[in-house]
């Protein structure tokens, strides 16, 4: 199934924002599930050769989060963090993203994530991103994160396509 759907970024010379778009074989509610509730974002989050630990998860609208990456061979620990502005299920969720291992604070981007029902049971996934200047945000684009983000996802069809998040 990893094959199926592609992610699109879209991201316009000179802008402070990029896109995110994929289509995912399954229905809003459960999708919406995997990208709020702990256990599901453990399984699917981040890289193929990271691991993810929660500190945080304060999922409501006013909340926090606080993720935490770990490479696999003991290589390091990357961690972001960001502010909950809503929760609106299951279609929309809006939250702040900070990156931690920059020499400064301040690298936040907002997000805007928005669920769209699709025929025969199918998601639409579409992030907006704007950040604090077209630096932040190529900046982030050069990271890698493109990688990781598709690694991520087809992890994400896995799961939705198995019995266990189905019950």
């Given at each position: 199934m990893?094959?199926?759907?592609?992610t699109r970024i879209t991201a316009e010379k000179g802008k402070q924002e990029?896109?995110?778009?994929r289509e995912f074989e399954a229905p809003r509610e459960l999708v919406f599930r995997t990208f709020n509730e702990p256990e599901f974002l453990l399984q699917w989050m981040g890289p193929s050769n990271m691991e993810m630990r929660i500190d945080k998860l304060d999922n409501r609208s006013g909340g926090s989060y606080r993720f935490v990456h770990s490479l696999c061979n003991g290589g390091g620990e990357f961690g972001f963090n960001?502010?909950?502005?809503?929760?609106?299920?299951?279609?929309?969720?809006?939250?702040?993203?900070e990156f931690e291992g920059l020499p400064e604070r301040g690298h936040v981007s907002?997000?805007?994530?928005?669920l769209t029902e699709l025929p025969g049971n199918r998601t639409r996934v579409h992030i907006q991103s704007v950040f604090k200047s077209v630096e932040d945000r190529d900046g982030l684009l050069?990271?890698?994160?493109?990688?990781?983000l598709n690694e991520g996802y087809n992890k994400l069809?896995?799961?939705l396509a198995s019995s266990i998040i189905n019950n």
């Open positions: 990893s094959g199926k759907n592609t990029f896109f995110i778009e960001g502010v909950i502005h809503e929760v609106s299920a299951p279609e929309r969720l809006i939250r702040t993203f907002l997000e805007f994530l928005t050069q990271s890698g994160m493109e990688g990781g069809d896995e799961l």
